[in-house]
């Protein structure tokens, strides 16, 4: 069964931190992954994308890395800000499953002043 | 340029009843997706559109059912609501239906069931 898997549930860091959020997924035949935003009550914003023959993404403050060997992919943030806080969910397409995205059940960031 | 527009935003129904959400994909975009995301999970596929056609479905009944028209936009119908329909209902758009392709998701709409 291909499924997503994200660590820690919650988290809360001190304005400033640099903090790293996980993620990983059961079937190394993984398509693509992508990492999104979601504010409470609120759809989903895409961070970033990482294709399988990539190893990561960056974007501002964020870096997306993706280990297919191990079946995991981190999400860095650097230098949190408040405004950081959000839930963030992981998500992959699996081979053979092109038209679906499987997400994890999101990590929820609160970064306090 | 308008993102992916659901439509409405929020709605209260009775168990029995049904309803229909409707999606405006974003400008360019031909592929409708729709997720269902229940309070403190990650959304879950419920079917994707493409060419007016159900391309993929995943693991939900019968009374999810779905419609794609030629302008590309979809409607998604719920029958015989139950309490646990109850969530937020995400729609996606992207060009094309491949994996390659990035999702552009819409603000959801937000369907309580009593």
């Known amino acids: 069964k291909q499924e997503v898997t994200q660590i820690p549930a919650a988290l809360s860091v001190p304005e400033g931190e640099n903090l790293v959020l996980n993620c990983s997924f059961t079937?190394?035949?993984?398509?693509?992954l992508q990492w999104f935003r979601q504010d409470p009550g609120k759809g989903l914003t895409s961070l970033l994308l990482?294709?399988?023959?990539?190893r990561e993404q960056t974007s501002g403050r964020l870096n997306a890395s993706l280990d297919k060997s191990s079946g995991r992919s981190t999400l860095y943030i650097a230098a949190s800000q408040p405004g950081d806080s959000a839930t963030y969910l992981c998500a992959s397409w699996f081979s053979g499953g092109y038209n679906k995205l499987i997400f994890g059940a999101g990590t929820r960031l609160a970064v306090h002043p | 340029d308008a993102g992916v527009t659901q439509s409405p935003t929020h709605l209260i129904k009775t168990r029995g009843q049904q309803v229909t959400l409707r999606c405006s994909p974003k400008?360019?975009?031909?592929?409708v997706s729709w997720y269902q995301q229940a309070l403190g999970q990650g959304p879950q596929f419920i079917f994707q559109y493409y060419e007016e056609e159900e391309r993929q479905r995943g693991n939900f009944p019968d009374r999810f059912s779905g419609h794609q028209f030629p302008n590309y936009s979809s409607e998604l119908n719920v029958n015989a609501l139950l309490l646990g329909d109850s969530a937020l209902y995400l729609c996606a758009s992207s060009r094309g239906p491949s994996g390659a392709n990035v999702l552009t998701f819409g603000a959801g709409s937000r369907l309580t069931v009593l």
């Open positions: 400008s360019g975009h031909d592929t």
């Open positions: 079937d190394s035949a993984i398509y693509n």
């Open positions: 990482i294709q399988s023959s990539q």
